[in-house]
């Protein structure tokens, strides 16, 4: 059985992030204006935002998929998310435009108390209401989940665990960011945000 993270860390599908220890955009390394204005939703862009160091503002948002590999007996059975409050934190944010197409079932964390919650695929703006999260996963076999972490008040790094029945036995598997670091998420609004800038043509604009 295999867990995956598909796409860029952060893993900001809404493209607003948090950049700790400067007072502006520019004070970033590696000039993503040298060549001009890059797509906030790119992959040069995901990787820039990375390399400072950015993460997500108010949500995470990524896609999980979850493999079956072999002839074994797999069932995801449930999940929750381990939080832990982050400390002193300075800043500025960087926000764009959200967007991005939901077009999975989906899972939906609340970092406040942990909680996930799984919701079956609908159609844009189809109402749905939460299942159990009870999956059965074929042998060979795949299934995939857009993920949607968001926070409260404070800001957190967090990682998940997914509770699975493997041939009859229980087991966890840990998702975390990459090997190296858990996931962090920053609310809206977080009083270590000292300015909020969004991209232009010609740099950045401070709202």
Not at 90 to 101: D, F, L, Q, T, Y
Not at 150 to 171: H, M, N, P, T
Request: net charge negative.
């Amino acid at each position: 059985m295999s867990v995956e993270l598909i796409g860029d860390p952060p893993y900001g599908r809404l493209a607003n992030y948090f950049f700790p220890g400067v007072s502006h955009p520019s004070d970033l390394e590696y000039g993503l204006y040298a060549s001009g204005p890059r797509d906030a939703y790119g992959i040069p862009y995901r990787r820039w935002v990375n390399a400072n160091g950015g993460v997500p503002l108010h949500m995470t948002a990524f896609q999980l998929v979850i493999q079956c590999v072999g002839d074994h007996n797999v069932m995801l059975v449930g999940g929750h998310a381990i939080t832990t409050v982050l400390g002193d934190l300075r800043g500025v944010a960087v926000v764009h435009p959200s967007g991005g197409p939901i077009d999975s079932d989906r899972l939906e964390i609340n970092l406040e108390d942990g909680e996930l919650l799984c919701f079956p695929y609908r159609a844009p703006f189809e109402p749905s209401e939460p299942i159990p999260l009870q999956y059965q996963i074929e042998p060979s076999r795949s299934q995939s989940f857009d993920v949607y972490a968001s926070v409260g008040s404070q800001a957190l790094s967090w990682y998940l665990e997914l509770d699975f029945l493997v041939d009859g036995k229980r087991i966890t598997k840990t998702v975390t960011q990459s090997k190296e670091a858990p996931f962090v998420t920053v609310p809206f609004g977080h009083p270590g945000i000292e300015a909020e800038f969004h991209q232009t043509e010609t740099g950045w604009e401070r709202i």
